[in-house]
């Protein structure tokens, strides 16, 4: 395999114990991804997971409009191709690359083989889906009720933990299509953040100055999926920068939800247990 390449540039595969990871390593295969390749179209027929090193791949569902919302992305933290070993053989959803970059594909009788073995690759695989599920109810969660600099913070940190680099090659027009709002929106939103000085925006790519100006400005999503990741894959934990501001005093919350925010001010959260505000949490029965 490449020098310049490792398949432990996964997190997930580097949490696999050595002799599964030797087991798999030899039918890994290094594949190359640009900006708006499409690895499935919704329906179609999964031959291959992914395992992302460098690469960004966004599920999105699409719209008999003709448009697109993303329910997902994945990084180098996870695997695309849940569904297969969940008992699907077909994509729920488009899964096209968001930012560009490699990724080792597995084909899927191997790692189904691997994964009826009943040994720790199937107890890993399942925690790292139920982390899948608390990413999707939080992304959700937090399209409803934050703010879109809120949500741009959120993203940017997302960016950073999955990037070796502070700098992202992307558009302002691609994040507001990621995030579902209008491009003047995170204009406005980037703009704030470049004139405090967290981050530099130029054409095509934004560069993140100060991680502790996005973490101080981010909602709670951000830290209730980090503390998700530190109970059910611990290892990937211990790679991920300290969230500086764990939550917000319920007090000091109100209601935002993307486009009318600001139009909410005033509303209050409901009667909400302190250690449960803003989190959603799911448990396989």
């Known amino acids: 395999m490449s020098t310049l390449h490792n398949p432990i540039q996964n997190r997930l595969l580097a949490e696999l114990e050595l002799e599964e ?27 291959y997971v992914y395992f992302p090193t460098t690469v960004t791949i966004a599920i999105e569902y699409l719209l008999e409009e003709g448009g697109t919302s993303e329910i997902t992305s994945i990084g180098n933290e996870g695997v695309l191709g849940v569904s297969l070993f969940m008992g699907g053989l077909n994509a729920n959803g488009r899964a096209v690359v968001q930012l560009a970059g490699h990724a080792y594909r597995l084909g899927a009788a191997r790692l189904l083989d691997e994964f009826y073995h009943k040994g720790p690759l199937l107890r890993l695989l399942l925690r790292y889906t139920q982390l899948r599920l608390t990413q999707i109810s939080q992304l959700a969660l937090c399209n409803s009720h934050h703010t879109t600099a809120q949500r741009l913070c959120r993203w940017l940190l997302q960016t950073l933990d999955r990037s070796a680099s502070t700098e992202v090659a992307i ?23 470049q004139h405090l000085g967290v981050i530099k925006w130029r054409r095509g790519h934004v560069m993140v100055l100060s991680r502790a100006g996005l973490d101080a400005r981010v909602c709670e999503c951000y830290a209730v999926v980090c503390t998700a990741t530190a ?45 449960q505000e803003g989190q959603v949490i799911l448990d396989f029965i």
């Open 171 to 193: 558009t302002q027009e691609t994040i507001a299509a990621i995030l579902g709002v209008r491009r003047e929106t995170i204009t406005e939103a980037a703009g704030k953040l």
């Open 231 to 275: 109970m059910l894959l611990p290892g990937q934990a211990a790679a991920q920068p300290k969230v500086l501001h764990p939550w917000r005093p319920r007090d000091a919350c109100t209601i935002r939800r993307s486009g009318i925010a600001e139009r909410r001010k005033g509303e209050r959260r409901g009667q909400i247990p302190a250690h």
């Open 21 to 47: 990871y030797h087991r798999l390593s030899p039918h890994l295969e290094l594949v190359a991804m640009a900006c708006g390749d499409v690895i499935y179209q919704a329906g179609g027929k999964m031959e």
